[in-house]
């Protein structure tokens, strides 16, 4: 309280205002850093900044296979090889997203839960680095998903 009276104060006498003083005091909160793809591959971040729809499963996969699971608030980075990609998530209906992976860049895809019948139904959109930069500032990084059983081992086969 006595720091934030001192800046005040001492905005006040050098002609600016208290609000801007002050603000310079709080750290900047930003999206993560997102290191560029190894030589030869591009990658894909896949993110869920809102916690719409905290109980309905964002599991992403990729040709059938399971990548990994995105809960609300997580983010995580798919290194692949060049090509084109048709990534789904699925709750009582399935949405599928193309996407074309170049070598040496970076895509975005945001995971969205919209309003169904039953449930609500994961959206994936093609988003730019700044959209991740806008709504990316709390994400946390997911760990790898791993298969519990024989089942879930099946699905992760094909990756």
Do not use: H
């Not at 002050?22 to 809102?50: C, H, L, N, T, W």
């Not at 074309?100 to 169904?116: D, H, L, P, Q």
Request: charged fraction near 25%.
């Amino acid at each position: 309280m006595r720091k934030m009276m001192m800046a005040a104060s001492l905005a006040v006498l050098a002609g600016v205002p208290a609000s801007v003083a002050m603000a310079e005091d709080k750290p900047v909160a930003a999206a993560p850093v997102i290191a560029p793809p190894p030589p030869g591959m591009g990658q894909v971040v896949f993110y869920r900044p809102s916690s719409m729809g905290a109980l309905v499963s964002c599991r992403v996969s990729a040709n059938g296979a399971v990548v990994n699971r995105l809960p609300p608030g997580k983010y995580f980075v798919q290194q692949v090889k060049p090509g084109v990609y048709d990534y789904s998530v699925k709750s009582e209906a399935t949405d599928t997203l193309k996407v074309n992976v170049e070598e040496g860049e970076t895509s975005y895809v945001r995971c969205a839960i919209a309003m169904g019948i039953m449930t609500g139904r994961p959206n994936l959109s093609t988003q730019n680095r700044e959209d991740f930069d806008k709504r990316g500032k709390k994400l946390k990084l997911q760990e790898a998903w791993v298969p519990k059983d024989d089942k879930d081992e099946k699905k992760t086969a094909a990756n």
